[in-house]
């Protein structure tokens, strides 16, 4: 059973995998080395254009940076002008804008500056973790306008090609000197046919793109009379004008036709997309119904219990001859758990195979050493191991060989043994090949049914067609149902890992069980009931643990038993006792169940941990102590 269990995770987590994968297939992912990135929000230009044919640039940059950079670089190409001056740059922090220090320190809030082959180069250190930042860098361009006869313009691409990101929303503003009116102003704007250009008065005209992609440039030419530049030295002596409006117009008129292909290719694609939508809308309602279509028939011929033809509220005797641990497994869907390990403890001792005792032995204290109560589980010399099931004998020469002495094992010791680092390993290990061993034993009972693979595999594979549609309904079919078919593709695949049932025979024990359970929780209280023997109740006692029910059990003992009962020479744990010892008992009882589940919770616990620390550096816990103090140190809320 824990083999097709781990068969059934197999091919759920395949499942999964593929689904992440065909995910991967579907998703762009961009990033600078070691998992940075980083992009342009935000990017202002202010121009000011002075009389002599000059202009004042201030550039106001923002950054989205995703993980850690230590700085930014902005190359300025002069070409066009005679130069650069004044250059200076600015950062904005949260309180506040910060000049930068020109110098070659490297240090937070420095750049340093150069000019190369026509280029104003700044490189800023400006350390940045997953934040936004915005970087101002002001300088003036020396001639930057030329003058012609009939003529000034300011002509330069404010974004170059030089980036290799995106730039999202570029504003750029230029003002002129004053003597024009808004008819003496021409603008021209050029890269991606998203911008748009703006004369809103006298003096300024704006540039708004919303963005453009890396290596894409922005330009803007702005045309005002020559007499508001009266000392600009850039001086071309011919007329221009109608020259630069007749190419202007051409590129006017070759964007105007990119634009109608543009709305009649998006027209087309409206159109294809209107067709493709219905398609994947008609896809959508056949594929809806078809999904509860397969639930209900997978979960109706293959996951649905079998009708089972016992339905009385209570069972009096045991329905099966099989071992507690095996019955744990029809219960359970498949599963055992640590409470079965002493329930097959005890039934071995049932059977005589072992012997329980309770001893008195010396423990180390913090004062000395003090005796404490135990149980002694030991081998019954009189009667050998053989005509056991796999699962109990691997239990006694785990429990009586591995941890004991080879004859007998204390059960303290057996905690003591999953606590330990060195062996928790080993515990684990060995509880789970005793659920592995169980599980085969129940097996051979078959309480399961076979066909329910058939079911998984059935479902599995729809589930992932509908994942696959879910993905591809929206990139093909233009459809919005595609999140709705992924989503159900996922909720199948986990039904369909999960199909399971007993078999015909194993749900009619199943019900008998569940009303034997009952039996034992109820019997004090059915008057009419028949008193079994109490051979037969110590039996019944062994199926309880596994059941649950045990501590219920043993609280009804001295209800329907008399004292001598307890003297018949064929009980094995429960010979001896008195009415006195039942509260004892029961409390033993109890604690020796939540010892073998806490030594299987620990060893887990332990196995799991991260392995200790040599450096210092972090890691799990060691053993033992370091002699620091604060022994009794502790805390608290209020």
């Given at each position: 059973m824990l083999k ?9 987590l ?8 065909i ?8 990033s600078?080395?070691?998992g ?5 929000s935000?990017y202002n230009?202010?121009?000011?254009i002075?009389?002599?044919?000059s202009?004042?640039?201030?550039e106001?940059?923002?950054y ?5 950079f ?8 002069l070409?066009g ?9 600015y950062?904005?922090?949260n309180?506040?804008q910060v ?16 000019l ?15 934040e ?6 002001k300088?003036?361009?020396?001639d930057?306008?030329?003058k ?7 002509n ?5 090609t ?9 504003y750029?503003?230029a ?5 024009a009116?808004k008819e003496?102003?021409r ?9 748009e250009?703006e ?29 508001l530049?009266p000392?600009s030295?850039?001086i071309?002596?011919?007329?221009a ?11 006017a ?13 998006v027209k087309?694609?409206q159109?294809?997309?209107k ?13 809806l ?5 397969i639930?209900?028939?997978?979960y109706?011929?293959?996951d ?8 009385g509220?209570?069972y009096?005797?045991l329905?099966?001859e099989y ?12 599963k ?19 012997l ?18 135990d ?7 009189e009667?050998?191991?053989t ?5 109990e004998?691997f ?14 094992v204390?059960?303290d ?11 928790a390993?080993d ?7 005793w ?8 097996r051979?009972n078959?309480?399961f ?6 079911g998984?595999?059935i479902?599995?594979?729809s589930?992932l067609?509908?994942?696959?549609a879910?993905?591809?309904l929206?990139?093909?079919?233009f ?18 890992a999960r199909?399971?049932?007993r ?7 199943y ?22 023997s ?8 062994v ?6 029910v ?13 004292e001598s ?5 064929q009980?094995?744990?429960l ?9 004892n ?5 109890n604690?020796?169940i939540?010892?073998v589940?806490?030594a299987?919770?620990?060893a ?5 941990s991260?392995?200790?620390?040599l ?24």
């Open positions: 097709r269990k781990k068969h059934v995770s197999t091919i759920l395949s499942a999964i995998m593929a689904v992440l994968l995910i991967t297939a579907f998703t762009t992912i961009v600078a080395d070691n940075r990135s980083y992009f342009i935000k230009i202010l121009v000011n002075n009389k002599d044919g202009a004042n640039i201030e106001h940059i923002t989205s940076f995703s993980g850690k230590n700085g930014i670089n902005l190359d300025i190409d070409s002008t005679n130069g650069i001056e004044k250059p200076q740059v950062i904005n922090r309180n506040g000049k930068a220090e020109q110098n070659n320190s490297g240090s937070s809030g420095t750049y340093i500056y150069n190369s082959n026509n280029y104003a180069k700044f490189k800023v250190y400006e350390p940045s973790s997953n936004e930042k915005t970087f101002v860098f300088y003036d361009l020396i930057a306008v030329t012609y006869n009939d003529i000034a313009e300011f330069r691409k404010m974004i170059g030089g980036w290799d990101v995106r730039i999202n929303n570029i750029i503003k003002s002129i000197p004053e003597g009116t003496d102003i603008v021209f704007g050029h890269g991606p046919l998203t911008g250009s004369i809103t008065d006298s003096r300024n005209v704006e540039f708004k793109v919303p963005a453009v992609s890396a290596g894409t440039f922005v330009e803007t030419r702005v045309m005002f009379p020559n007499k530049v000392d030295k850039n071309v002596p011919k007329d004008l109608q020259d630069i409006l007749t190419h202007e117009k051409k590129l008129e070759e964007a105007n036709l990119e634009r109608e292909r543009a709305r009649e290719y087309q694609q159109e294809k997309q067709r493709l939508s219905l398609i994947g809308s008609i896809l959508f309602s056949i594929l119904p078809l999904w509860f279509v639930i209900i028939y997978v109706l011929k293959y649905r219990e079998f009708r089972h033809s016992f339905f509220q209570y009096r005797e329905p099966g071992t507690p641990a095996e019955m744990s497994v029809l219960m359970s869907m498949g055992v758990y640590p409470r079965d390990i002493m329930a097959t403890l005890m039934d071995l001792v049932r059977k005589r195979y072992l329980l005792e309770e001893v008195s032995v010396d423990r180390k204290s913090l004062f000395g050493s003090k005796k404490i109560t149980y002694m589980i030991s081998l019954n010399d009667k050998p191991l005509g056991l099931k796999s699962h004998s239990l006694v020469n785990w429990f009586i060989n591995d941890i004991g002495s080879g004859h007998d204390l059960l010791d057996i905690k003591e043994y999953s606590k330990k680092t060195k062996t390993m515990f684990k290990g060995s509880y789970d090949l659920c592995e061993k169980a599980e085969m034993e129940a051979k078959k309480f049914d076979n066909s329910a693979k058939k998984q595999i479902g599995i594979i589930s067609l509908f994942v696959a879910g993905i591809a929206p990139a093909v079919l459809t919005n149902y595609g999140l709705i078919l992924f989503f159900l593709g996922i909720v199948m695949l986990i039904f369909s199909i399971k049932r078999s015909s025979y194993g749900s009619e024990q019900a008998m069980w569940k009303a034997f359970r009952k039996f034992l929780k109820d019997f004090s209280r059915l008057r009419e009931a028949e008193v079994p109490i051979i037969l109740w110590e039996h019944y006692l199926y309880a643990i596994s059941l649950g045990a501590k219920e059990v043993i609280k009804q003992l001295p209800l329907v038993f008399r009962d307890l003297n018949n020479p009980l094995t744990f010979y001896g006792m008195s009415y006195g010892h039942f509260s008992f029961e409390r033993t009882f604690n020796t939540r010892t589940e806490s299987v919770t620990t887990n616990a332990i196995a799991a991260k392995n200790s620390s450096s210092g550096r972090g890691g799990g816990f060691s053993g033992g102590s370091s002699g620091g103090g604060g022994g009794g140190s502790g805390g608290g809320a209020f």
